[in-house]
């Protein structure tokens, strides 16, 4: 389910958006989850990082413009796709300030949506399949598998080791492991998720993961090994 928010303060635009939006939906067949504001200050009263993957954004707007509103997301989320939208050309070269994906002059027409929004789903739809939605705290972020270390539950708290951040994590491991099914993840150890990928030795009870030293159990050794000896064997 792809997350798109409207920011638009004309109710017309606002009302032809989001038809063009069920429209898309209805002919690609791409689940969206539409939500609607009015204006740039409503919008980031309810924004958090992680919560939209696109946002069609009015750069002129009464009361808080699309180009402030923008600014203030990327302060926090340099994920979501910004789509502007815009009555002058001219507006959407400051976009590259905010990195914005795209842009689209009105009056818009349905041609041209269709076609920049499917620019962006399919950005995000190769995206999602090498990322993970985390709850961390009272925020959701997206965090790439492949910058992923290692998951690590301490005193009933879990933690993700990222090759930049660690992160706290409302998830159990149990579940982690569900959500990835992924076979560059083992559970080495009952407290420990690890990315083969990033395992340098294995020792007698324990692995280098990274700079890390994680706890190996002995039941589970064995197959750790041949868990590595496959990711190994994949990219020969």
Request: charged residues 25%.
């Amino acid at each position: 389910m792809i997350h798109i928010a409207i920011v638009e303060d004309e109710n017309k635009d606002r009302e032809l958006l989001k038809e063009y939006l069920d429209r898309f939906q209805a002919e690609k067949g791409e689940p969206l989850f539409v939500h609607v504001y009015p204006d740039g200050e409503e919008f980031l009263e309810s924004f958090s990082s992680g919560k939209f993957d696109i946002l069609l954004l009015d750069i002129h707007m009464q009361y808080m413009n699309g180009m402030a509103t923008a600014q203030e997301i990327r302060k926090s989320d340099e994920n979501v796709l910004i789509i502007f939208i815009t009555n002058l050309v001219q507006y959407a070269v400051q976009g590259y300030s905010v990195r914005a994906f795209d842009f689209i002059v009105k009056p818009v027409e349905y041609s041209v949506f269709a076609q920049k929004l499917y620019r962006a789903t399919q950005r995000l739809n190769r995206t999602i399949h090498s990322c993970v939605r985390f709850k961390v705290l009272d925020q959701i972020v997206n965090l790439q598998l492949s910058g992923i270390l290692y998951f690590e539950i301490v005193a009933r708290k879990l933690f993700i080791y990222t090759d930049t951040e660690i992160y706290r994590c409302n998830d159990t491991l149990h579940s982690i492991e569900e959500k990835l099914n992924d076979g560059h993840f083992f559970r080495c150890h009952a407290g420990y998720l690890v990315n083969v990928a990033y395992v340098r030795s294995v020792g007698k009870d324990y692995a280098m993961v990274g700079s890390a030293r994680i706890p190996v159990s002995k039941h589970r050794r064995k197959a750790f090994l041949d868990a590595i000896g496959n990711y190994l064997g994949s990219k020969i």
